[in-house]
């Protein structure tokens, strides 16, 4: 890590990913670092982006929309009941399955946990294209 704000947000990234266990989180099974490298033992999942996933089919059917869509709410609902913001959800980083059916959030890069329910983070952070206004 070439400053120690990036070695930060790794540590932080490991830390909250870590702690989570959940059907629709991807999982962190291990990380360790050599000499020039940081790593990180992720779940596998072979169906890749759901962002590429849907620029090769063209669209969802509306049942594997709600599906998905579902599962995403899951997922997110998880996270905000352990008070843990991701800051940058987009189709690139929901992944899944080989079969495409189920869905798994990944980059807990940005993400942060909040001390209280009621705290407010004022960070703007994000890919641009999907900040909120």
């Known amino acids: 890590m070439r400053t120690s704000t990036l070695l930060k947000r790794l540590q932080s990234e490991i830390s909250i990913q870590s702690s989570l266990s959940h059907s629709n989180i991807l999982q962190l099974f291990h990380h360790f670092q050599d000499q020039a490298n940081y790593y990180l033992v992720l779940e596998f999942c072979p169906g890749g982006e759901l962002f590429h996933h849907l620029r090769s089919q063209g669209r969802l059917t509306e049942l594997e929309t709600v599906m998905l869509c579902g599962q995403l709410v899951e997922g997110v609902a998880y996270l905000h009941g352990r008070r843990v913001m991701h ?15 189920h869905l798994k959030i990944a980059d807990f890069g940005l993400a942060k946990t909040l001390q209280s329910a009621d705290e407010e983070s004022g960070t703007v952070c994000g890919t641009p294209n999907y900040i909120p206004p």
């Open 87 to 101: 800051r940058d959800l987009k189709l690139g980083n929901l992944l899944l399955n080989a079969e495409c059916t």
